[in-house]
């Protein structure tokens, strides 16, 4: 009797709930050790930064595009499809208006408090809670762009 193991084509199996979950535990953990180890967790590490008298980050995050775009060329060309089941996708961006004044209120955010939505989640995790503020602020800024995006 024969039986077949693998199907080239055969695309993978979805993965069960739990697996999804470890997975994106692991993965959050392993964005919360980069962001903490690198230093980005510290506003007054960013603010330097994006004053220009420090530029480690920059390394930090040319690294970070760099190995997305490896994954994007180089992960549909290697696996048929995620490990974790579905299919690989590309997101068209759109760019608008809406998309301008949310990047332009992002990026003065950001520079004000040196704080993005990342950081001040792994922030906490080192026991910096002043960062409370910076997400409750995060918070407010979402709730009023979705109440706007419903009018």
């Given at each position: 009797m024969s039986t077949t193991l693998h199907s080239p084509?055969?695309?993978p199996a979805p993965a069960s709930p739990v697996a999804?979950?470890?997975a994106t535990l692991a993965a959050g953990v392993l964005f919360g050790f980069g962001l903490a180890l690198s230093t980005m967790v510290q506003p007054e590490v960013v603010l330097s930064f994006l004053r220009f008298e420090d530029f480690g980050l920059m390394l930090v995050m040319g690294g970070a595009v760099a190995v997305t775009l490896l994954g994007y060329q180089l992960l549909p060309?290697?696996?048929?499809?995620?490990?974790l089941g579905g299919?690989?996708?590309r997101h068209t961006s759109h760019w608008n208006r809406?998309?301008?004044?949310?990047?332009?209120l992002f990026g003065v955010?950001?520079?004000l408090c040196g704080v993005c939505p990342g950081p001040a989640i792994a922030g906490?995790?080192?026991?910096?809670?002043?960062?409370?503020?910076?997400?409750?602020?995060?918070?407010?800024g979402a709730l009023a762009q979705g109440l706007r995006a419903r009018n």
């Amino acid at each position: 009797m024969s039986t077949t193991l693998h199907s080239p084509t055969a695309q993978p199996a979805p993965a069960s709930p739990v697996a999804r979950l470890l997975a994106t535990l692991a993965a959050g953990v392993l964005f919360g050790f980069g962001l903490a180890l690198s230093t980005m967790v510290q506003p007054e590490v960013v603010l330097s930064f994006l004053r220009f008298e420090d530029f480690g980050l920059m390394l930090v995050m040319g690294g970070a595009v760099a190995v997305t775009l490896l994954g994007y060329q180089l992960l549909p060309r290697l696996f048929k499809g995620p490990l974790l089941g579905g299919g690989f996708q590309r997101h068209t961006s759109h760019w608008n208006r809406d998309t301008l004044q949310g990047a332009a209120l992002f990026g003065v955010g950001w520079g004000l408090c040196g704080v993005c939505p990342g950081p001040a989640i792994a922030g906490l995790g080192t026991g910096n809670w002043a960062l409370l503020w910076a997400l409750a602020g995060i918070a407010l800024g979402a709730l009023a762009q979705g109440l706007r995006a419903r009018n």
